[in-house]
């Protein structure tokens, strides 16, 4: 079956790093996605990866390893804003997304 | 750009009735639409996937008649909620997928419906 794993909860405090991991099993792989959802919103878009290695864009970057079905988000200067849900999906070799139950992030003053 | 709106952002019906929900893509066309369901505290479950011109695919476990998928346009498809019952009380959100370019899908803001 296919499956992907990431933390239900992580915490961490303002200013600070975090890191989410994601790890996936899918029969096929065409790019992995990272979206931020706020509690009561829709998702929103904030990186996608299909070769290996860290793409940043800001506040946040995103690294991809294919050989180990690994993934994780880096969140750096964290902000009180940045409390959300993470959901990280896989697009599976029929170009469906498969998605991680997510992981949501307490900031901490 | 890539913009999804939906429509009624919240809404509140009496068991039995049937509620529409509109997607649309406003500035660019949407080959495919996806429809997902959310309920607290858990992640996205994909319901069905729409295509222009053709009829849906739904997933497993997902009732064809009871949740009704109308993609006449490539910037507007439906989901038609028939004879609501209070356990479809949910979040439901439509992405879409634009004609051009990679994969991502673009979401909507949802639509918080509460059967009584």
């Known amino acids: 079956g296919q499956n992907i794993d990431q933390p239900t909860e992580m915490t961490a405090t303002e200013g600070a790093i975090v890191q989410i991991n994601c790890t996936y099993q899918?029969?096929?792989?065409?790019?992995l996605f990272w979206y931020q959802q706020h509690a009561g919103e829709a998702p929103t878009f904030l990186s996608y990866n299909v070769l290996d290695g860290l793409e940043e864009k800001g506040r946040f970057s995103s690294f991809l390893s294919r050989s180990k079905g690994y993934s994780y988000l880096l969140l750096k200067e964290l902000q009180m804003k940045d409390s959300a849900s993470y959901l990280c999906?896989?697009?599976?070799?029929?170009?469906?997304?498969?998605w991680g139950a997510g992981t949501k992030l307490i900031i901490k003053p | 750009g890539a913009v999804v709106s939906q429509h009624p952002s919240r809404v509140i019906c009496k068991s039995g009735t049937s509620v529409k929900i509109e997607c649309r893509s406003l500035d660019f066309q949407a080959t495919t639409m996806f429809w997902y369901r959310q309920f607290p505290k858990q992640s996205l479950m994909l319901m069905a996937t729409?295509?222009?011109?053709?009829?849906?695919?739904?997933e497993q476990g997902v009732e064809k008649d009871k949740f009704l998928i109308n993609h006449a346009s490539l910037t507007l498809s439906t989901l038609t909620v028939t004879s609501a019952h209070p356990e479809d009380s949910s979040f439901y959100i439509c992405?879409?997928?634009?004609?051009?370019?990679?994969?991502?899908?673009?979401f909507g803001p949802g639509t918080r419906l509460t059967v009584t």
């Open positions: 899918t029969s096929g792989f065409n790019g």
């Open positions: 999906a896989v697009l599976d070799s029929n170009y469906q997304l498969i």
């Open positions: 992405s879409a997928k634009a004609l051009e370019g990679v994969y991502e899908q673009y």
């Open positions: 729409s295509n222009e011109g053709s009829k849906a695919t739904y």
